[in-house]
C-alpha cells in the first residue's frame, strides 16, 4: 500500500490530536513532528512512533522524506512554515482560520498555487456528519431558500481562558459558523455589526455577537460566548437554526447523546469531533485529515474547503472583530 509522508509542525493538545490521526491511517507514515520545546517533540514522537523529531520547522520542510506537512502551530505562526513547505515541494493541510490577517492569507495562498502543492485549511465541521447533511439538505431545495441563519457556539471560562491570549472568540470559534454560513449559502457577506463584552480583563472580549448581511439579502447571526460556568455540562454549546421558505433545519451539537454524571458533576461527553472509540480518534477530525491524505496520494486538489474560502470565512471575521472594536457597521 502507498503511503503518504507526512509532518506535523506545532504539539499542542491539537497538534498532537492530528498527530494521534495520522498515527493509525494505515495509508500514512508520520515521518517527523515538530514542536519549539524539545523534550515534547521528544514526547510526542516517541509516543506515536514518528521516526524522527525538530525543534525548527525549516528543517522539518527539508527533510526529504516528508511529502506532506500538517501546520498546527498558534494561527500568528500559521504563513511561515505553510510558505516554507510550499516552497519545498511539500503539500499542506493548516488548522483554521487560515492566518491572522488577509496579508498572510494572501501570501500563503499565492505561494501553495505557485509552487503547485495542494493546501487545505481545516474547517472541521465540513467534515462533520449534522452540518454537511445540512448542506445537502439546503442544495436539494428541501426548505426553499434561506433567509436566516442563527449559530451559537459557547464554552466554558475556564477552558477558553488561555485561548483568550492568541485571538477573540469571533476570529477563533464564530469563523466556524461562519464558515458554515458561506458554505451553505454560495453567497459573500455584503455588511457585519458584531459587538463584544470583556468582562474579565481577559487578553480578548469573552462575549460575542455578530450579525451579517448576506449580498441576496440571507441574514446571519454568530453568538460566540467564552463565559460558561465552568461547571456546565456542555464541552461545547453548539446549535444552529436554517430557516427558509418552506421550511426549516435544527442542528444541536450541544446534546453529545452522552452523559456522564460522576463525583466531578454532569457532563455531556465529545462524540462529534475526535472522541476516541477502541482506543482510537474517530469523528470529523479524522474524516478531515482522511480527505486530506486522500486528495495528497490521488493528487488530487482538495475541493471540500478551498483556501479561498478560508480566505473569504477570515475576512468576514475580522470585520466583525473591526465593527465590534469601532462600533460601526463594516461594509465589505
Known amino acids: 500500500m502507498k503511503k503518504a509522508r507526512f509532518a506535523v509542525i ?15 491511517l494505515p495509508n500514512v507514515e508520520v515521518v517527523a513532528v515538530c514542536s519549539r520545546t524539545e523534550s515534547r517533540a521528544r514526547e510526542v514522537a516517541n509516543k506515536y512512533g514518528a521516526k524522527r523529531w525538530y525543534t525548527d520547522w525549516n528543517k522539518v520542510v527539508k527533510d526529504p522524506e516528508v511529502e506532506a506537512v ?27 482560520p487560515i492566518a491572522g490577517n488577509l496579508k498572510d492569507a494572501d501570501e500563503m495562498i499565492a505561494s501553495t498555487e505557485k509552487n503547485k502543492v495542494h ?4 474547517h472541521i465541521l465540513r467534515f462533520e ?12 431545495g428541501d426548505i426553499g431558500k434561506v433567509v436566516s441563519i442563527y449559530a451559537r457556539r459557547n464554552i466554558p471560562g475556564g477552558f477558553a481562558a488561555p485561548h483568550l491570549r492568541y485571538g477573540s472568540p469571533i476570529l477563533l470559534d464564530a469563523i466556524h459558523d461562519t464558515d458554515l454560513m458561506l458554505w451553505y449559502l454560495r453567497d459573500s457577506v455584503k455588511s457585519v455589526y458584531a459587538t463584544w463584552i470583556n468582562t474579565r480583563g481577559s487578553p480578548n472580549p469573552e462575549v460575542t455577537w455578530s ?11 454568530c453568538e460566540s460566548l467564552w463565559l460558561l460556568p465552568d461547571n456546565t455540562a456542555f464541552a461545547i454549546d453548539a446549535k444552529m437554526e436554517i430557516l427558509g421558505s418552506e421550511g426549516a433545519v435544527y442542528i444541536d451539537c450541544g446534546d453529545s447523546g452522552l452523559e456522564v454524571n460522576d463525583k466531578r458533576g454532569v457532563k ?3 462524540t462529534m469531533h475526535w472522541p476516541i472509540v477502541h482506543g482510537e480518534v474517530t469523528g470529523a477530525l479524522k474524516e478531515e485529515i482522511s480527505y486530506f491524505v486522500k486528495c495528497v496520494l490521488s493528487d488530487e486538489k482538495p475541493r471540500i474547503v478551498t483556501p479561498i474560502e478560508a480566505r473569504h470565512a477570515l475576512e468576514v471575521v475580522l470585520a466583525a472583530e473591526e465593527s465590534a472594536r469601532t462600533g460601526k457597521i463594516i461594509t465589505i
Open 268 to 270: 455531556r461527553h465529545d
Open 129 to 140: 456528519s449534522r452540518y454537511a447533511q445540512a448542506k445537502s439538505i439546503i442544495e436539494r
Open 119 to 122: 493546501f487545505m485549511v481545516g
Open 211 to 221: 450579525v451579517y448581511n448576506f449580498s441576496a439579502g440571507t441574514k446571519g447571526v
Open 70 to 96: 500538517s501546520v498546527v502551530t498558534h494561527v500568528p505562526e500559521h504563513k511561515e512554515p505553510t510558505i516554507l513547505a510550499a516552497e519545498a515541494g511539500k503539500h499542506v493541510l493548516v488548522e483554521k
Open 10 to 24: 506545532g504539539l499542542g493538545w491539537f497538534g498532537e490530536k492530528h498527530v494521534h490521526v495520522l498515527s493509525e
